[in-house]
């Protein structure tokens, strides 16, 4: 397919996603599970992903339960974000659409093992790497060690294992030596499939920093320990060493109150990191794009007021150019 054809393809895509009663969803909901199951077979057969897209929906319409479906809807889904090559907004929403579907296929059947690799991989790509290890240690547990996909969440285990250690009850700060000497370390090829983003790569880990931190209703940089991980990043992105990275600011709520606030208040967040570093180490301002996640991707479940403070948190993911 043409780089033309493919953009138009996906154009398609977010527009019925815009539009869902006329393609996606306007199915009238029922419980016919056998004409489902042939309408399944029908979408898997397809190679077209909008085609493929549309056929999964309308299964899922038809009956809601199976399972099977919803991964391979989450699939359609996970590709497109992936083949639209941006990080933008068009690409987290088709990946939030993905994880929500991987989510209700292992709802409705724990023991099909797909849902679980795909939510790794996708729990990787937006950070949360605990719940990543989890999914694909449950993958492992689910499949045969001659599975094809087995060495690819067994690299994966490997690789969280060494990008996780930090925990709600951390304080540390991370230094400026600390962040510059992590991101040479960090690995020129992520996990397999990471992520590819025109005209951006992700060729070093993301870091993990757990002191950018709100208090409630907050987009204030007034917390102590904030600002002094935030000078640690500042003196490491003003350095020669990492003259070349972009960064992504990403803003996090906890689960309290309506969505639209949330949304806004998570813009807030990333805004107010970006006008610090901007204003107190002078920054170019192009190096820096921000995106509020509302509570869409908490880092540890909501159900204490220390968890709840780590999910009121920015954080940020680095980049590099690469030639267009």
Request: glycine fraction near 4%; charged fraction near 30%.
């Amino acid at each position: 397919m043409s780089r033309a054809k493919q953009q138009f393809s996906f154009v398609v895509i977010l527009t019925c996603l815009i539009i869902e009663g006329l393609c996606l969803s306007a199915f009238p909901r029922q419980d016919n599970c056998d004409l489902a199951r042939e309408e399944y077979r029908r979408g898997a057969s397809l190679t077209d992903i909008v085609e493929r897209l549309k056929s999964f929906k309308k299964v899922i319409a038809l009956c809601p339960s199976l399972a099977e479906a919803h991964n391979d809807l989450a699939d359609c889904y996970e590709k497109a974000a992936l083949a639209i090559g941006k990080y933008d907004q068009m690409f987290n929403d088709l990946l939030d659409k993905a994880i929500s579907e991987y989510e209700q296929a292992m709802k409705l059947n724990p023991d099909m093992p797909a849902p679980y690799f795909g939510l790794g991989e996708n729990y990787v790509r937006i950070g949360l790497y605990e719940r990543a290890s989890a999914m694909f240690t449950k993958f492992l547990q689910l499949v045969s060690p001659s599975h094809p996909a087995g060495a690819d969440a067994r690299n994966y285990v490997d690789w969280l294992q060494k990008s996780t250690g930090m925990s709600a009850g951390d304080k540390k700060i991370k230094t400026r030596a600390e962040i510059i000497d992590e991101f040479k370390k960090s690995s020129s090829s992520p996990p397999p499939r990471l992520m590819s983003i025109e005209p951006f790569t992700v060729p070093r880990d993301r870091q993990r920093f757990i002191n950018i931190l709100f208090d409630e209703w907050s987009s204030k940089l007034n917390r102590e320990e904030t600002k002094q991980q935030l000078n640690e990043i500042g003196e490491a992105l003003s350095s020669s060493d990492l003259s070349t990275c972009s960064f992504i600011v990403e803003g996090h709520t906890d689960p309290r109150g309506g969505y639209e606030r949330n949304q806004q208040l998570s813009r807030d967040r990333a805004e107010a990191v970006k006008n610090y570093l901007i204003s107190a180490f002078k920054i170019d301002e192009d190096r820096i794009k921000t995106f509020g996640f509302g509570y869409d991707r908490p880092r540890f479940p909501n159900d204490s007021a220390a968890n709840m403070l780590q999910n009121r948190r920015v954080e940020l993911l680095f980049m590099e150019k690469t030639e267009n």
